[in-house]
């Protein structure tokens, strides 16, 4: 099986770091002209644009805060300026404001929430207006459009002490099942991937000594994700290979939703 993505444009939110990056960089060499989109951290969004076009690929990078309808309206603006079209939305921007849900803020419930759900819904509505109004292009792609959502696999798994994080990849499932009922007969496909821990700078807390012996006990694959590992999943999800599947979730994740826990237990 042969992959490319030549001819076709992507968008990735939340690329300026960790799995959105190096999604960028998978799809950018599968020969996708590649939108890295960032909120706060221009310099390596702008490094990591350059690497590509270095490496004789296409990449802009273009700062905006997903969770506001304007900054969507001129991110996406921006894309079609640039490379007149779009057929990849990587919706993955996300965050983490971890709390006992005794102490939790209202602020830092909707922030997470802002970002996570809200930012992937006006992401993927702009999106589908996008390619409803292009329409097909068979030369590219079977699909007339391709959405991947980042979701966790919190989507599933219950997780105390992050209940707004849960919460919004909880909504994810539903947004991305919804839409995709919704918008299957116009030929646009609609997934989600769910990775569980994978080895980012973000995470480094998590993945190292005793505490990646801990989280290793919930793997039962054995090792920490990278984030490759679902940057392939990523480029396959928006290529004809996987024509076929729409509505569905795609854990990558080791194992972690096997609820290992009950293996000599329950
Ligand atoms: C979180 C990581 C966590 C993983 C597994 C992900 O959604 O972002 O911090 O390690 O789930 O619990």
Redesign the pocket.
């Known amino acids: 099986m042969h992959i490319s993505l030549d001819k076709q444009v992507a968008l990735v939110t939340g690329a300026s770091s960790g799995l959105g990056a190096a999604a960028a960089k998978g799809l950018a060499e599968a020969g996708a002209a590649v939108v890295i989109n960032y909120n706060r951290h221009g310099e390596p969004a702008e490094k990591l644009a350059e690497d590509i076009r270095q490496a004789g690929g296409k990449a802009i990078a273009v700062g905006a805060d997903v969770s506001r309808e304007a900054d969507v309206e001129r991110l996406f603006a921006k894309v079609i300026d640039t490379f007149g079209a779009l057929d990849i939305l990587l919706a993955n921007s ?1 965050l ?1 404001k971890d709390a006992a849900t005794v102490d939790m803020t209202l602020a830092d419930w909707n922030a997470v929430l802002e970002v996570n759900l809200t930012g992937q819904f006006l992401c993927v509505r702009a999106a589908l207006r996008q390619f409803i109004q292009q329409g097909p292009r068979p030369w590219v792609s079977r699909a007339t459009g391709k959405i991947i959502h980042m ?4 989507q599933l ?1 219950p ?1 105390a002490g ?1 209940a707004n ?1 849960a919460a919004s ?1 909880g909504g994810v499932d539903l947004l991305m099942r919804s839409v995709a009922q919704e918008v299957g007969e116009q030929h646009i496909r609609v997934n989600s991937i ?5 080895r980012t700078a ?2 480094a807390a ?2 190292q000594g005793d505490a990646e012996r801990k ?1 290793l006990e ?1 793997i039962p694959y054995g090792r920490i994700g990278e984030a490759e590992d679902v940057a392939n999943a990523v480029v396959w999800l928006a290529s004809d290979a996987s024509d076929y599947v729409h509505g569905t979730t795609l854990f990558i ?1 080791g194992g ?1 939703s096997l609820y290992p826990e009950f293996r000599n237990n329950g």
């Open positions: 996300g983490q979701s966790s696999v919190h798994i997780w992050h994080y990849k769910a990775p569980g821990a994978i973000i995470n998590n993945t989280l919930l994740d972690m």
